[in-house]
């Protein structure tokens, strides 16, 4: 928010630099975005008055100029300017100046004849006919009749002042206002917080007589207060409320207008005049907009309305949108001689989602959405009938209407001296606690150590101990707080076990070569049926959001495959060949729906991959370095996912618990995320691995005696999975096994139809002693057993 220093002054002396004050109010909390020096935007530009005028001898369009600028001798300027005129004062950049508009002016010569500076005209000096009048006009400004030669053109425009922006936070709305911040400089500086006492005198008659206000929806407008001014008289602001609008960077327009702006950033309280002959059947109604209804607004843009938006309309018509901006129709002319005066407090999220549906932001919204004190509409009310009565622009009618549906009783806190210390950790004086509260207007009392605080309506943000700490503290000064070593005992900080696996199992796929991806934890309603899933699929009870941002993003999911193909569907058709992604998150599983205790959050592991060099067993070897993080070896048996290929799917289950289940995306679920490749996609339910008891890792000495190697053909039934000759061999009870690995499958015309050839390469080797014949072939003989009781015998 942006204030200038001297209309600060209005309200508090300042007896301090304006650098020590922006110091003082960020201690305060009060950050100070930016200070202004207006003094700095020129200098050496000085009035003067043309004491001569004659034609430049080599250039008939320029001129020269004698410049009377108080000085003993007067000053030859050479001009381009046909506006100018023997006896006009005007702005006067000397030697060695510097504009607003960035130019640095030094004398020279204009064809052959010396020029000791510039005329300057309102465009130069970056002035608009609000600024000051005749500013916009094409030529030199010229200054009005009777100001003084030789002045500093920054005394003429009353530059030698500063801005100050404050960064207002969102607690504070109290402080969008002069007199917000005024407040809070007196209490910081000690100083008198002098707080206008609007006085007026009236002219008879009864508003109640000239209209009539109903409001219909309190919910969302708990006050609305109307007075009546007539035989207005619409001329120009003085000049001391113009300075203060330009400084907000608000232009000035007219005194009536200029009057409810000045209000509101005084106050903090947007107002709305209305022209009393544009009220159709002299009746303000305060209502809820009808689907459709139209209205056109001050800036000339027509909206369509609904009906959770708030206007004030009059008997026919709306004619203004509730603390956002007033409809076109009923704006204050230069003929306008009566006015409906309107000051009123509406719900904040109300006019926050209206100004948000039509786009439009203005002074007075981003103010209601903040937060307005219900009583500050009254005294907004006051103060402006004080400036319409002080600046003679209108006369005031008896009566005020003011709706309401009861205002709010006055808060009061109570709490420990001694807990606001302990809080605070510091010792503030109990006195010093009362002097700082009452300072800020919190009417406050000290009664056997208890703290009792009447919270004034503009402090919402006031709810407790901890906010009368906050409020102490910040005025007492944070520089009482003293350092103080740690104490007790420095505890060692861990990271969580399920922490510490999804570290390893994202160190082990980064190794493989794959990408970490995020995606949002929900998708839209539709998305689960790519994956054909049935009806009662518990995968289809998803949990839908009440407000999402899109049908898009509507659905909490159940799992990670939707995610990852669109992944990979995006990357596919960017071009990128090949590549691989897994992704770690949770999934939402509700225990019943419509929900009624918080859903199931469980941890799952997502892989997905393709390319030329990809196909099911890359993936199967992926998974099964995953579960052999947690010492797992599992069973692999055919599973029986819609998503996934008929023939190019299985499932991981060990201890009787499904651990994941992978393969190759269905063609038709592929195709409906427009990929048209072979993609592969892994589900791994982290969960149970979670769960899985660490075993304790042991580490021997590598034997120092010779390993064995046997080489065994097999012939099993084709239909027999590897896995189970695996699981058969490694089912032998015996030590000297270390290794078993599968090195060839054959399937031809040597064996015989429905049959098989399995090889496998089995090392043999003992900690203790060197291996005999006799040891091995006992070895063999039982994984010879193993093998033929589930269906295996050696090929001969």
Known sequence: MNISLSWLKYYVDIPVSVEELCDKMVMAGFEVEEIVDLSKTMNNVITGKIAKLEKHPDADKLQICQIDVGGDELIQIVTGADNVFEGAVVPVAMHKSTLPNGMHITKGKLRGVPSNGMLCSGEELCLK??????????????????????????????????????????????????????????????????????????????????????????????????????????????????????????????????????????????????????????????????????????????????????VIADGEKPSCLAGIMGGLNSEIKDDTTSLFLESARFRRDNVRKTARALGIRTESSARFEKGIDVFRS????????????????????????????????????????????????????????????????????????????????????????????????????????????????????????????????KALLCGNGMHEIATYSFFGSKAIDVLNLPADDVRRNAIVIRNPLGDEYSTMRTQLVVSMLTVMATNISRKNADSRYFETSRIYLPKSLPLTEQPHESPALCLGLYGKDEDFFTLKGLVEQVLGLFGLTADYEKSAEPYYHPGRQA??????????????????????????????????????????????????????????????????????????????????????????????????????????????????????????????????????????????????
């Open 378 to 505: 009254e005294y907004a009310m006051e103060r402006a009938l004080q400036l319409i009565y002080d600046l003679d622009a209108g006369d005031i009618v008896d009566g005020t209407i003011d709706c309401n549906n009861g205002l709010p009783e006055q808060r009061i806190i109570s709490v420990s001296a001694q807990s606001i210390n302990d809080l605070l950790g510091v010792e503030v004086p109990f006195e010093k606690m009362v002097e700082i509260l009452n300072s800020l207007e919190l009417e406050t009392t000290l009664t056997d150590g208890v703290l009792t605080c009447k919270i004034p309506t503009f402090r919402e943000d006031i709810e407790g101990r901890a906010d009368l700490a906050e409020e102490v503290m910040r005025i007492y000064g944070y520089d009482h707080i003293v350092g103080r070593p740690m104490r007790g005992a420095v505890i060692r900080g861990d990271v969580l076990p399920t922490r510490k696996a999804d570290d390893k199992i």
């Open 651 to 796: 499932k991981a289950t060990a201890n009787g618990q499904q651990l994941a289940v992978f393969g190759e995306v269905h063609p038709a679920t592929a195709q409906k995320m427009g990929i048209d490749q072979k993609v592969y996609v892994a589900e791994i339910n982290l969960e149970a691995l979670y769960a899985v008891e660490q075993k304790q890792i042991l580490f021997r000495p590598i034997s120092q005696y010779p390993a064995i190697t046997r080489d065994i053909a097999l012939v099993c039934d084709r239909s027999l999975p590897v896995a189970v000759l695996e699981k058969a061999i490694r089912s032998v009870k015996s030590d000297l096994i270390k290794k078993v690995e599968l090195f060839d499958v054959y399937e031809g015309n040597q064996i015989e139809v429905d049959k098989k050839s399995v090889a496998y390469s089995l090392v043999l080797q003992s900690d203790s002693t060197t291996l005999t014949d006799d040891m091995c072939n006992q070895v063999m003989d039982k994984v010879f057993d193993a093998l033929k009781a589930v269906g295996a015998i050696l090929r001969s």
């Open 129 to 310: 006919d609000c600024d000051y009048p005749g500013a916009e006009v094409y030529g030199i400004l010229i200054l009005k009749e009777g100001t003084p030669v030789g002045v500093d053109m920054r005394d003429i425009l009353h530059l030698n002042d500063y801005v100050i922006d404050f960064k207002i936070t969102a607690n504070r709305p109290d402080c969008q206002s002069v007199l917000g911040v005024a407040r809070e400089v007196a209490v910081v500086l000690g100083t008198e917080f002098k707080m206008p006492q609007p006085k007026y005198e009236t002219k008879g008659g009864n508003v109640n007589d000239l209209i009539s206000v109903e409001v219909k929806d309190y919910d969302l407008c708990a006050r609305y207060i109307g007075r009546c001014v007539n035989n207005l008289r619409i001329k120009e602001s003085p000049e001391w409320l113009k300075l203060c609008l330009r400084a907000a960077g608000m232009r000035p327009i007219n005194n009536i207008v200029d009057i409810t702006n000045f209000v509101m950033l005084e106050t903090g309280q947007p107002m709305h005049a209305f022209d009393r002959r544009d009220i159709a059947g002299d009746q303000i109604i305060v209502r809820r907009a009808a689907n459709g209804e139209q209205i056109t607004t001050l800036d000339e843009k027509e909206h369509t309305l609904n009906d959770s938006m708030l």
